[in-house]
């Protein structure tokens, strides 16, 4: 991915609009394609490869999904956080830096150690065994590219999970019918109406005709 050459004109689909080859395949690592091209990779991990300054750079949120990507800096180019593929040399570096790449010397914030993917392998080839590109899964195992769960990944164990989970599911289903057809039972033929009765008791009759008629005349008692 790092030596291939990116938007030049597809040898396949170069008298089509918008066929320069910005896709590259993790799975085929052959070299870079076009869009149209996309057909023939089915189903297999492909990344969208784009430019900044002069740079190919892809999206942090794409590439992270195949390949760590941990140590290396990221950047945010119109709105989009990205990572740098091959190495940036600095030609001079400015006052105040305190952290730099490790291969090419570019400065970075404090908390990375290289400022691009191909400034990474430089890292792995000296032989240093904290760095990798593969990704580990919590309970799985790692490959080169990604990582597979050791759980529920044979279809005989999907298979049987969705069995059981249909399964719990008719029977949650079934016991909430039965309990609450017994409660009822047990309601009707207990005879207590004042456990089970849920309506509202009927309120008082209020006669307006009283309250609004008007006080009468006060009459003086006889002496």
């Known amino acids: 991915m ?3 050459n990116y938007f030049v004109p597809c040898s396949i689909h170069a008298d089509s609009n918008k066929s320069e080859c910005n896709m590259f395949c993790l799975d085929c690592t052959s070299k870079a394609f076009c869009s149209y091209c996309l057909t023939n990779h089915k189903n297999h991990r492909v990344l969208q490869i784009r430019r900044s300054s002069y740079h190919n750079v892809v999206r942090v949120n794409e590439i992270q999904k195949y390949i760590d990507i941990s140590c290396v800096q990221t950047y945010i180019i119109n709105s989009a956080r990205i990572v740098f593929l091959n190495e940036r040399p600095q030609p001079r570096i400015g006052n105040g830096v305190t952290n730099t790449c490790e291969i090419c010397c570019r400065s970075l914030l404090d908390s990375f150690r290289f400022c ?3 400034c990474k392998l430089g890292g792995i080839k ?3 065994q904290s760095l990798t590109f593969s990704l580990k899964g919590k309970h799985g195992r790692e490959y080169e590219g990604g990582w597979e769960s050791d ?3 044979t279809p005989t164990k999907i298979r049987k999970t969705c069995a059981f989970n249909r399964l ?4 949650s289903i079934s016991t909430v019918k039965s309990d609450y057809f017994s409660g009822d039972q047990r309601s009707s033929s207990s005879g207590d109406e004042s456990g089970f009765n849920l309506s509202p008791g009927t309120p008082p009759i209020y006669n307006h005709r009283n309250s609004s008629r008007r006080k009468g005349v006060p009459h003086r008692a006889p002496f």
């Open 2 to 4: 790092l030596r291939a």
């Open 116 to 118: 691009s993917l191909g």
């Open 126 to 128: 000296r032989g240093n």
């Open 151 to 153: 759980e529920a990944t």
């Open 168 to 171: 719990m599911s008719g029977l």
